[in-house]
């Protein structure tokens, strides 16, 4: 079935590096690419997303780009921050149902 | 706006117990999902719903049942608790694209 394969795993990086995280999607007719943060003992929450007729979207320190001929996407947080310290989800979707979603990166960063 | 709200927070139940997990949003929202989150899996879809009466099944529905009578309202329910059920249970609505999620039910089946 469709996948959705996400490293690193765990990622850490010093305060005010970049952070990248990576996604990569089986499914070719996926159409839409949020990205979640969650925090501890909360719900995830959008942070940004891309749709597939888009390569590159931003917004303040956090990006995304997409390769849709390699099926990959990935995350960019520049000057990263402690508060920035989370999980991060990856998901694929066809239009609004049935997403699937990568296994998470726990992000740290050391300040 | 309370947004997606779940009850209870915490759950621990014997195997072989029966419940339900609520469910509501405040948003009119009509796609409601249901997810749950184990270490190291992310979160899968148990079932989704796109309005009220219309319910479809996720990659992970086996012994978990799901109704929608009201647009706000999308109960999960547990007929027979397994330990294999204990995870975090996480609620979502959505208008299009954008999900957004309750804060979840931790359950622990014994």
């Known amino acids: 079935g469709e996948n959705v394969e996400q490293h690193p795993s765990t990622l850490s990086v010093q305060e005010g590096d970049s952070a990248v995280i990576k996604c990569t999607y089986s499914d070719s007719a996926s159409n839409y690419f949020p990205w979640y943060k969650q925090e501890l003992g909360k719900g995830p929450q959008l942070i940004i997303d891309?749709?597939?007729?888009?390569g590159e979207k931003k917004d303040q320190r956090i990006a995304v780009t997409l390769n849709k001929t390699a099926k990959h996407f990935s995350l960019h947080i520049t000057e990263t921050q402690p508060e920035d310290s989370a999980v991060y989800f990856c998901?694929?979707?066809?239009?609004?149902?049935?997403?699937?979603f990568g296994t998470g990166t726990r992000l740290k960063v050391l300040a | 706006n309370a947004g997606v709200t779940q009850t209870p927070k915490f759950q621990v139940l014997k195997t072989g117990q029966s419940m339900t997990l609520q469910c509501a949003q405040d948003m009119n929202h009509e796609y409601m999902s249901w997810y749950r989150q184990d270490p190291g899996m992310g979160l899968r879809l148990i079932h989704y719903s796109v309005g009220a009466g219309i319910t479809d099944q996720g990659e992970v529905p086996n012994g978990y049942n799901v109704s929608r009578s009201t647009t706000e309202d999308f109960p999960l329910r547990l007929l027979s608790a397994a330990p294999s059920q204990t995870s975090v249970y996480f609620c979502?609505?959505?208008?299009?694209?954008?999900?957004?999620f309750g804060p979840g039910t931790r359950l622990t089946v014994t």
């Open positions: 979502a609505s959505s208008l299009e694209n954008e999900q957004y």
């Open positions: 891309i749709r597939s007729n888009v």
């Open positions: 998901a694929a979707s066809r239009g609004t149902y049935k997403y699937i």
